[in-house]
């Protein structure tokens, strides 16, 4: 007669209870998997082998096996809260560089500018490569500097639609040739004039007015115009000495022929100790008119811009569904600094868990696989969003309601053998 049944199913449950009692414990801690009790039936084992009669000797837990099913995702009003929508996990590095793995998506920045989770494990991602336009390298924890770093000059820009200066505008056909000179400070001498900043290698913003006026210098096209700039007040050292930029000739539909791209060589106009006269401030800047027409209507600007941008601060970031995180900056700038990087791994549930809502790999989850989100089976990224527990609440009750009508029969059974054994004792 044996209390080794009862007792194990005791035990068992008791291990069941504990899981079930975990679980609702993390019922609201977002990224948490649930885990469930597996068990397996126990036999004795004969020293004939014949054990076809044995009733069995009770019940023992196989495993605990984690559930890495996906959780509800719901949105916040923090855009540095991610949620992974699909496969992966997020890379952690800890103090002693020690790579963990997390499905919590609650980031914060700490004083160096890192990005963390609530232990100050920070977020690993690959640095982005501005020439290739694309994340490369190895993750490294993301540092985000509040300053944007050196000014761009005009002409220097990255901007391929831009280059330089590009102006697109309409030069009124009906006008007619000025009798006298160019005279900056005479409007009767041009006919149209506009303004744009343009900014030095330090960022220091310029104003650059353009003059534009009708010219008969070319007997063979009437339709010639002639553009010039001036800089703070001061022509700039063109083509000359009088600001003269280029000449623009149109056909007779209207369309520009030639003066278009100009590349321009400008002396700085501002006076010493800021300068060392004749310092040269922009060399072959580009000049780009390209659509730029002369019709029977009034003087239009349809595109003005330019490359160049002063310095700026970091005034936030926020990341795409592919994970690339992206600064803005107080100067209206924005760039891509680095793309987080997701892992995987074959069998999920053989990751170790550390608390904290991180695992870290072991011999049975196998080495992880790395890449960007949406890339292959990685599932993308939700920013301002976070995964909650894939803990099923209600079932849980149940499952606990279950357990303990289990453990209370495992109790009846080892009760009903001390009763038994108890009328053994009392036979005389």
Known sequence: MSFQQGLSGLNATSKSL????????????????????????MYAASLSGATGNSPGIGVQVAAVAQQFTQGNITTTQNQMDLAINGRGFFQLEGPSGAKTYTRNGQFRLDREGYVVNAQGYKLLAQPWDEAANRAAGDAAPVQLLTGLGGAVATGSGSDPAVQGVR???????????????????RPDTYHYATSQTLYDSLGAPLTMTYYFRKTDADPANPNTWEVYGEIDG???????????IT????????????????????????????????????????????????????????????????????????????????????????SNLAQVQLADFQNPQGLEPLGGNMWRESFSSNEPRRDNPGAGSFGRIQAGALEESNVDLTGELVNMITAQRIYQA??????????????????R
């Open 410 to 427: 495992n109790a009846q059974t080892i009760k009903a053998q001390d009763q038994v054994l108890q009328t053994l004792v009392n036979l």
């Open 247 to 334: 000449t623009l000739s149109f056909g007779n539909d209207g369309r520009m022929l030639s003066g278009s791209p100009a590349n321009i060589d400008i002396l700085d106009p501002r006076p010493a100790p800021l300068v060392a006269p004749p310092a040269a401030l922009f060399t072959g800047l580009p000049f780009n008119f390209s659509g730029t027409t002369q019709y029977a209507a009034g003087f239009s600007i349809s595109d003005l811009k330019q490359d160049g941008y002063t310095s700026g601060e970091l005034t936030g970031i926020q990341f795409d569904n592919s994970g690339v995180i992206k600064a803005t900056y107080s100067n209206g700038r924005s």
């Open 18 to 41: 504990d899981v079930i009692g975990n679980n609702i414990a993390n019922a609201s801690t977002y990224g948490a998997k649930g885990s469930r009790a597996e068990f397996a039936d």
């Open 167 to 185: 102006m697109t505008i309409n030069l009124d056909a009906r006008k007619t040739v000025p009798t006298d000179p160019i005279d900056f400070d």
């Open 234 to 244: 001061v022509p700039y050292d063109g083509a000359g000495g009088n600001g003269l």
